[in-house]
C-alpha cells in the first residue's frame, strides 16, 4: 500500500499541529522533510521514539517539530508510522502537509489510517467504528461506552455468541454425515436450547440499543403543547440561550426550531414546535401541521401543558396524540397558582414532572424524568452496547434466522434444514465484527470518518 499523509489534528489554529504519515517507506518520506537539531536520523531511531528539530520544504525552514517514529506492527496502523508535531496554525500545518506530499506521499482518504488498523487486524470492525463514537462522545456515558467497545467488550460477547453457534452448527452437520453416529450436542432438545441462549443474549442487546444511542448518538425529541404554555421559553432553558423567540403573544412560534441539547448524559435533537390549536390563518396552520408530523416522527415528546390553566381541547388532542409514545409530560408555570389536575395528565403519559421554565424550578427531575423513559438510568455501559444501525441491523437479521431456525424445530424440519438459518445467523454476527463482510460495506463505514483518522 502506498504512503498516506494526513493533517490528523482540527482545521483550525491551535496549539500544535499533527502531521501523520503512514505506510512501507514513511519514515523516509518523514526524513525527507525533517533535519534533527542532534543529526540523527529518524531511520536510525527504533519504535516510539523521538526527535526535535525543524521540518524544511526543499531548503526552505518552515517550523520547529518533534518527529515521532512507530516501528510496525507496533503502530495504529499497524505499520511504519511517523508524525511530524509543530505549531498548531492553519497556514504551517497545511505547508508541512503539502512537503510531505511533494517527497512521495498521497493524501489519505477519510479514516483511511483506522481503515488500515483494521485490514491489518489491529482492531475490528465494531472496535475501528467506536473510534469515531470516542471523537463524538457529548458526555461521559458515552465515552464510557465507546471506550469499552474500542476494548472489545461488544466483540466479545458477539464472538461468544458465534463461537456457541458454530460448534452446535458443527455438531449437526457430522450428525448429518452419518446420522448414526450418536452426537450428543446434535440432539434437538439440545440445539433447541443452544439457539434458545443465544437467542436471549441477542434480544438484550438489541433491548439496550436504544437507551445507548440516547447518549452515544442523541434522539430526537419535540416540545409540543397549545400557544403560550412555554414551550420556547423552556427550549431556550436547554439551550442555554435564547434560541426561540419569546413573547406574551400566543402563536408566536411559527414553526420548527430545531437545536442539539445535552441534558446530564442525553444528547436531544430537540424542536420547538408551533402551538397545537385550530387557526384560520393559512402560514399558522401550516406550522401546526409540521408540528403535528414532528410528533410522529420524533422518537420523544415533550408534552407541555399550562399548570395554571385547565385541561383545553387542544391539550386533550396531545394527550391522544402521546399515548403509547415515549414521552415526558412537564407541567410549566409551577410559579403560578395550580389548576391543572396531574392525574389526568397521568393516564396518558405516566412519566410527568412540575416545572417553571422562566425560572429553572424542577430542571433536575426533568433529567431524571428523561433518564427513566430513554431507559438510560440502567443503562450499563461497562458491558458491550451495539453503537450503530449497521451493528443493529446484524444482530436483528440474526435473530430473524434464530427464531426462524426454533420455528423449523417446532414443524419438524430436518437439523440440517434447521442448520441452513443457524449458518446465515453466524454469517451476519461475524459481519457484525467484520471477520466475514463485503468490501462495500467497509468502505461505507470509513466514509463516515474524519480525514486524519
Not at 6 to 19: D, L, Q
Not at 78 to 94: F, K, R
Not at 373 to 391: C, I, K, Y
Not at 425 to 438: D, H, M, Y
Request: hydrophobic share 40%; charged share 25%; with cysteine.
Amino acid at each position: 500500500m502506498s504512503v498516506i499523509a494526513a493533517i490528523a489534528t482540527p482545521n483550525a489554529s491551535g496549539g500544535i499541529g499533527v502531521i501523520r504519515i503512514s505506510g512501507e517507506g514513511a519514515i523516509g518520506v518523514a526524513e525527507s522533510v525533517f533535519r534533527a537539531a542532534s543529526g540523527k536520523k529518524l531511520g536510525d531511531l527504533p519504535g516510539y521514539s523521538a526527535l526535535y528539530g525543524h521540518v524544511y520544504d526543499g531548503d526552505e525552514r518552515i517550523d520547529e517539530c518533534v518527529a515521532l517514529v512507530f516501528r510496525a506492527p507496533k503502530s495504529y496502523t499497524g505499520e511504519d508510522v511517523a508524525e511530524l508535531s509543530c505549531h498548531g496554525g492553519l497556514y504551517v500545518t497545511q505547508r508541512v502537509l503539502r512537503a510531505v506530499l511533494a517527497h512521495g506521499a498521497v493524501p489519505a482518504e477519510a479514516g483511511e489510517f483506522t481503515k488500515r488498523a483494521f485490514l491489518n487486524g489491529k482492531i475490528d470492525l465494531a472496535e475501528a467504528e467506536a473510534v469515531m463514537n470516542i471523537i463524538s462522545a457529548h458526555g461521559q456515558q458515552a465515552l464510557n461506552a465507546a471506550m469499552n467497545t474500542l476494548d472489545g467488550k461488544l466483540s466479545e460477547k458477539v464472538h461468544a455468541i458465534a463461537s456457541s453457534l458454530t460448534h452446535l452448527s458443527a455438531a449437526i452437520a457430522v450428525w448429518t454425515d452419518d446420522p448414526d453416529e450418536d452426537v450428543p450436542e446434535a440432539h434437538e432438545e439440545n440445539v433447541r436450547k443452544g439457539i434458545e441462549d443465544a437467542l436471549a443474549r441477542l434480544e438484550e442487546l438489541l433491548r439496550n440499543f436504544d437507551s445507548g444511542r440516547a447518549v452515544t448518538q442523541g434522539v430526537s425529541a419535540a416540545i409540543c403543547g397549545h400557544p403560550n404554555v412555554g414551550k420556547s421559553t423552556l427550549m431556550n432553558l436547554l439551550t442555554g440561550f435564547d434560541r426561540s423567540i419569546v413573547t406574551d403573544i400566543a402563536g408566536t412560534t411559527r414553526d420548527v426550531v430545531e437545536e442539539t441539547v445535552r441534558i446530564g448524559d442525553i444528547v436531544l435533537r430537540l424542536a420547538d414546535t408551533a402551538g397545537i390549536h385550530d387557526s384560520d390563518d393559512p402560514v399558522e396552520s401550516i406550522g401546526i401541521d409540521r408540528s403535528l408530523q414532528k410528533i410522529d416522527s420524533s422518537e420523544l415528546i415533550l408534552a407541555v401543558f399550562d399548570s395554571s390553566q385547565d385541561l383545553t381541547q387542544d391539550d386533550t388532542l396531545l394527550l391522544e396524540k402521546c399515548r403509547g409514545k415515549r414521552a415526558v409530560a412537564i407541567l410549566n408555570k409551577t410559579d403560578l397558582p395550580p389548576k391543572l389536575d396531574p392525574e389526568i395528565i397521568r393516564q396518558s403519559i405516566p412519566q410527568l414532572v412540575s416545572i417553571s421554565a422562566v425560572t429553572g424550578e424542577g430542571i433536575e427531575e426533568l433529567k431524571s424524568a428523561l433518564s427513566s423513559v430513554l431507559g438510560t438510568a440502567e443503562l450499563d455501559t461497562s458491558s458491550g452496547m451495539l453503537a450503530n444501525e449497521r451493528q443493529y441491523l446484524c444482530c436483528q437479521q440474526a435473530v430473524s434466522s434464530l427464531r426462524e431456525a426454533l420455528d423449523g424445530l417446532t414443524l419438524g424440519i430436518t437439523l440440517d434444514a434447521v442448520n441452513v438459518s443457524m449458518d446465515y445467523a453466524i454469517q451476519k454476527l461475524l459481519e457484525l465484527t467484520g471477520e466475514k463482510v463485503r468490501d462495500a460495506v467497509v468502505n461505507e463505514v470509513f466514509a463516515e470518518f474524519c480525514v486524519g483518522k
